[in-house]
């Protein structure tokens, strides 16, 4: 093979030990990797000096033997810098690893890295994870977590001057189709053949392989009204006004029903009737959910140039569909009813998710009370109440013991119900964001248990298709049963492996437009823990210390979170149709779609995900 001066050169000097190249750029480097689980993984960064190219890791058993090859993979770049980042995943078997280099070829001519001299390489510790950098700066090495699976590692920190790279153009590519689908799929849920105008149907008519989700439920219908009202805020359009307005009617009507349970009832017939069958009711987060879309909605309308008359009827007039569900949540009976059942309909006690979305529109209440409708009585009862919710959270909710969450007190603690709860109960106003160190904590120790809870994350965690990475596929809880259809073994979901996108892309927006990011003991390990539940961070960090926005710790943080973001939506992505259909679960075993197809809250999680992911992008902060 040719051999060009200038990359001979670049080799004596490495084996001189001088750890220089005759370039201006480093070829490339490796700049993290790891082993676990008889796999070897990591990153490279490539000096982009031609299209075509190739990267090979080259590594020696732990005999010794250098007989073994293993070729990285793009992942994204090049950057403003021109470089490229490349990642590696080698199945190394029972041999092991003892040592290994890189060799890089572009234009005919090779580069190396060995790790600054010959015979250095790469050396490879049993079972530990090592993290090394592009600079001088000295190895750290950490104890791998037991039940890590591994997966290609997370982008390294940015060469100096060029924006954090976390953004990888196969999500680009996919979501580019996969949306516009996703909101043509929900919309054929509202208003669909055989109900009435206004019914959000949690999934098309009954299916023999699934059971029956042809019916209203409040919480998923007040969500996926709540996508409505973002189309209609980025559009105008008249047709997203309309599905309000035909859904305020069927809602005025359901509410004046004298249900089992009021205004606490789960879900209703299509036609309008309440449905009467056992369930676990009452379900005091559907209320909430609701009111706060009509409060987004109204306001979306007026400024659209709505009358206030409208919005006014929508409160509490002879159309009025706000109010009654403040009146009902707003109850201490209600807000603090330990009989109240969970999202999943199978539990009863306190929710962090029920509370939340409360706390959330009773604020939203409040506000719009006093500034929209006034109605200054309402608002100062409901600010109270939400206060009351707030202090029941923050006292009750964090055990101090574990370090994570309860999703419900004296019930459950680690629970998809707990990231669920964040995304759609922040009210923006720094009381438990999802960059908040107990979510983060939380989060990181419940993905980690998934490694053991299905099949599927114990195989390969490499998307075949791209060749990058994924996540862990995350389902409601540990232990669940519920197969879509009967009780045997629960399965992921795609809403709940969705919400950890969500949730981090959300955070790393947040971090952003704050400007600074304090790392703390909870969520250092978080940041710094591996893939595929951790971000990966291997620059140093120290908790109790807070890093500036531009600082290579706040750009290696970034990069890290969004990054791990992307690889739960390629979880997604690797197990849906090609015309992106997504059912409610993917077997824990064989990945394939299960449970009932078309379910509507699967593809408002999708658009809301897409939203989060925008909106960072529009940050321009990162590539």
């Given at each position: 093979m040719k051999v060009n001066p200038q990359a001979i050169l670049a080799f004596a000097l490495a084996i001189l030990g001088l750890g220089l190249f005759a370039d201006a750029q480093t070829p490339v480097k490796v700049t993290g990797y790891g082993y676990i689980g008889n796999v070897l993984y990591g990153n490279i960064t490539v000096y982009n000096y031609a299209y075509t190219k190739t990267v090979t890791v080259n590594y020696a058993d732990l005999a010794s033997s250098w007989s073994y090859t293993c070729a990285a993979s793009y992942s994204s770049g090049p950057n403003s810098a021109n470089y490229e980042f490349w990642v590696f995943s080698c199945n190394v078997g029972s041999a092991g690893v003892s040592q290994f280099y890189i060799s890089y070829v572009t234009n005919g001519n090779t580069y190396y890295d060995n790790n600054g001299g010959y015979g250095v390489n790469y050396k490879v510790t049993q079972p530990t994870t090592t993290t090394t950098r592009a600079s001088s700066s000295p190895t750290n090495t950490a104890s791998a977590s037991p039940t890590a699976t591994a997966s290609a590692a997370p982008p390294p920190p940015p060469p100096p001057g060029s924006k954090p790279i976390g953004f990888s153009q196969d999500i680009t590519t996919w979501l580019t189709a996969a949306v516009p689908n996703a909101q043509s799929y929900l919309l054929a849920n509202i208003n669909a053949a055989g109900t009435l105008a206004g019914v959000v149907v949690?999934?098309?008519?009954?299916?023999?392989?699934?059971?029956?989700?042809?019916?209203?439920?409040?919480r998923d219908a007040s969500l996926v009204m709540d996508v409505v009202r973002q189309w209609y805020?980025?559009?105008?359009?008249?047709?997203?006004?309309?599905?309000?307005?035909?859904?305020r009617d069927f809602t005025h009507k359901i509410q004046i029903i004298n249900a089992l349970t009021g205004l606490g009832e789960a879900k209703f017939n299509v036609d309008g009737t309440d449905f009467t069958g056992g369930w676990c009711r009452p379900q005091n987060d559907g209320p909430?959910?609701?009111a706060s879309a009509f409060i987004r909605f109204s306001k979306s309308y007026l400024s659209n140039g709505g009358t206030l008359a409208t919005v006014v009827d929508m409160w509490n007039g002879t159309n009025s569909v706000i109010k009654p569900d403040l009146e009902y949540i707003s109850q201490s009976t209600n807000y603090l009813d330990t009989n109240g059942c969970d999202l999943w309909e199978e539990q009863r006690g306190l929710h962090l998710f029920t509370m939340m979305a409360q706390r959330r529109a009773l604020l939203e209440g409040a506000a719009f009370a006093q500034s929209v409708v006034n109605d200054q009585g309402a608002g100062t009862f409901y600010k109270q109440q939400a206060?009351?919710?707030?202090?029941?959270?923050?006292?009750?909710?964090?055990?101090?013991s574990t370090n994570t969450l309860y999703t419900t007190l004296s019930g459950r603690q680690?629970?998809?119900?707990i990231p669920l709860a964040i995304i759609h109960g922040y009210n923006d106003d720094g009381f438990y964001p999802p960059t908040s160190d107990q979510v983060l904590v939380s989060l990181y120790k419940f993905a980690q248990g998934f490694q053991t809870e299905y099949t599927l994350n114990q195989a390969s965690l490499i998307d075949s298709a791209s060749g990058l990475s994924m996540s862990y596929a995350?389902?409601?809880?540990?232990?669940?049963?519920?197969?879509?259809?009967?009780?045997?073994?629960?399965?992921?979901?795609?809403?709940?492996?969705?919400?950890f996108a969500e949730l981090y892309y959300r955070a790393a927006?947040?971090?952003?437009?704050?400007?600074?990011?304090?790392?703390?003991?909870?969520?250092?390990?978080f940041f710094t823990g591996a893939r595929p539940s951790g971000a990966g961070v291997t620059v140093s960090l120290s908790a109790g210390s807070t890093y500036a926005k531009g600082s290579a710790q706040f750009d290696a943080i970034i990069a890290g979170v969004v990054s791990l973001a992307e690889t739960y939506v390629r979880r997604v992505k690797h197990h849906v149709s090609a015309d992106n259909h997504i059912n409610e679960q993917y077997n824990r075993d064989t990945g394939v779609a299960q449970g009932v197809d078309n379910l509507t809250w699967s593809y408002a999680a999708l658009t809301t995900t897409y939203?989060?992911?925008q909106a960072l992008v529009n940050t321009g902060y990162l590539a």
């Open positions: 949690a999934a098309p008519k009954a299916q023999p392989t699934s059971q029956n989700y042809f019916f209203h439920w409040i805020d980025q559009t105008k359009s008249s047709v997203y006004q309309q599905l309000f307005f035909d859904h909430a959910f609701r206060q009351a919710i707030e202090s029941k959270i923050s006292s009750s909710f964090f055990s101090t680690l629970d998809s119900a995350i389902g409601r809880y540990y232990g669940d049963t519920y197969d879509g259809k009967g009780n045997s073994k629960g399965n992921p979901w795609y809403l709940t492996t969705l919400v927006k947040l971090y952003i437009d704050g400007g600074s990011i304090a790392v703390t003991s909870l969520n250092l390990p939203n989060a992911r």
